[in-house]
């Protein structure tokens, strides 16, 4: 077994929850990796021998950014549609047809390729998890074809077939329901662990709650566990129905009521607030209140949402900085979010901090703290740690 001893770490931020901030910060430090992962973590000066050895000159090092909120499998371009809302017009949800017919035109490698590419640039800058939604075909086969694609690169797969009602089902919404909850449910499912919908009835082209609920239902029958797109665009059901289907994440929350909060609050253990500020960036949208949630008790994650439409951004410190700046989270908050606030959205345990026992899933801050990512926003800083 090959040990690799990473040592001259001027900070370690552990995100173990031992300090009041929760980042669990050490200075002067040293980890030891193994292939069994994180085997030994202490002060440099105490650090054991190992088979290799990485210096990283009083850099920072910090749990590997879990992305659990991503579109990156699609085809066709919408930067037309993102120079019309920075002039006016609003978004609500329509533009997801002219992806789709560019998706569904596409070739598997038409559609590969990119999403290689989009992993790429996410672990060039600090990812080391991903979830990737379908959702771009809306079709069984293209849904299916979607969520295999998505499963070369990542085990967080979600079937959203209930993104958006097609324009060919516009007129016949029920049987559109029938078809995602019957047979592309069944043909999808083998690749997916997970399912989600786009409950948002303030947009003509999603799902109101009963229909939310038939497609979560549906979905959990089949196996897979439940997420749910929130809250987006007005106040509606998307938080409270989670939270009544004990749904792993809602994400987005730009409106809530204090019924809402109140409801994540008390599911704060099952139900993950995952907030998207380069959603609210890329629209004109208000940003959610994150100061607020987090003096409520609920549990909150951070996540790009990378999609072609309304954050074509695969950065994490970018949005980092945009919660810290307009969500009102402090950076220890906003990288905690990023980390195991949004591991905690895919219910997982072994990502998202640096402890004995755990993945090795790390990356790098071309910095003296962690403080840079907001304190330095647009400035490539951070890297995953490749190699280990």
């Known amino acids: 077994m090959t040990s690799t001893l990473i040592t001259s770490i001027g900070e370690l931020v552990t995100c173990d929850d031992s300090t009041e ?16 992962g994180i085997s030994w973590i202490g002060a440099d000066t105490e650090a054991p021998p190992a088979d290799q050895r990485i210096d990283l000159g009083g850099r920072t090092l910090i749990p590997g950014f879990v992305d659990s909120h991503s579109h990156l499998v ?121 399912i989600d919908v786009f409950c948002e009835p303030n947009s003509p082209y999603a799902f109101d709650a ?15 566990e439940l997420r749910v797109h929130g809250n987006q665009l007005g106040h509606g059901p998307g938080a409270q129905l989670a939270v009544e289907l004990e749904a792993a994440s809602v994400d987005h929350c730009t409106y809530l009521s204090d019924a809402d909060v109140d409801a994540l609050a008390d599911a704060s253990d099952t139900t993950v607030a995952t907030l998207l500020p380069g959603v609210e960036f890329c629209t004109r949208s208000p940003y959610p209140d994150g100061a607020r949630l987090l003096a409520a008790g609920v549990s909150i994650a951070l996540a790009s949402d990378c999609n072609p439409g309304t954050c074509y951004s695969s950065s994490i410190p970018f949005m980092i900085a945009l919660a810290v700046r307009e969500m009102g989270l402090t950076p ?20 998202g901090r640096i402890v004995v026992g755990g993945r090795a899933d790390l990356a790098v801050i071309e910095a003296p703290s962690h403080l840079h990512l907001a304190y330095r926003p647009g400035v490539p800083l951070v890297r995953a740690l490749e190699g280990l």
């Open 21 to 36: 901030d929760r980042l669990g910060i050490r200075h002067n430090a040293a980890i030891v990796i193994t292939d069994d």
């Open 74 to 194: 699609f085809a066709g371009d919408r930067s037309a549609e993102f120079a019309a809302r920075m002039t006016g017009a609003p978004y609500d949800g329509g533009g997801i047809a002219s992806t789709m017919a560019a998706t569904r035109s596409a070739s598997d490698d038409e559609l590969r390729l990119p999403v290689a590419a989009r992993v790429a640039e996410m672990r060039a800058q600090g990812t080391t998890t991903v979830e990737i939604k379908s959702g771009y075909g809306l079709s069984i086969a293209d849904e299916a074809r979607a969520l295999r694609i998505a499963g070369e690169f990542t085990p967080e797969t979600t079937f959203l077939g209930a993104h958006v009602v097609p324009p060919e089902w516009r007129h016949r919404r029920a049987d559109y329901i029938d078809l995602v909850i019957g047979d592309m449910l069944s043909t999808a499912a083998p690749y997916a662990r997970w």
């Open 332 to 351: 220890a908050q906003a990288l905690y979010a990023a980390t195991v606030g949004a591991a905690r959205s895919l219910r997982r345990s072994d990502i």
């Open 210 to 224: 009963d229909e939310a609920r038939t497609v979560l239902e549906a979905g959990r029958d089949a196996g897979l």
